[in-house]
C-alpha cells in the first residue's frame, strides 16, 4: 500500500470535471484507489463517490493505493493533481 497526501489548490475544488478525468485516469489501473477525506474513504474510480465527497479549495486529501501497479497509480494521481487536471 502507497498513499500520498495532497491539497487541492483548483478554487472551485474537485467538481464534475476534474472529478471526471481524475475517475477516468484511476479506472486504468488494477490497483484498488481510494481517496480519504474527512475521515471517510472514497472509491477513486467512480465520479460519482467522488462527487459525494464535497472536495473543496483547500481541504486535504490523501490517496491510497493498493496492488499490483499501487506505484504507478499513485505517480499518475499526484501527476494529475499537480497539473491541474487539465487533461
Do not use: W
Request: with cysteine.
Amino acid at each position: 500500500m502507497v498513499s500520498k497526501v495532497i491539497k487541492i489548490t483548483d478554487e472551485q475544488g474537485l467538481h464534475m470535471r476534474p472529478a471526471t478525468l481524475f475517475s477516468q485516469a484511476m479506472a486504468g489501473f488494477k490497483s484498488n484507489v481510494q481517496v480519504k477525506h474527512n475521515g471517510k474513504s472514497y472509491d477513486a474510480k467512480s465520479v460519482m463517490m467522488l462527487m459525494t465527497a464535497c472536495i473543496k479549495c483547500g481541504d486535504e486529501i490523501e490517496i491510497v493505493a493498493e496492488g499490483s501497479d499501487e506505484q504507478d497509480v499513485l505517480n499518475k494521481a499526484i501527476e494529475l493533481f499537480e497539473n491541474g487536471l487539465e487533461g
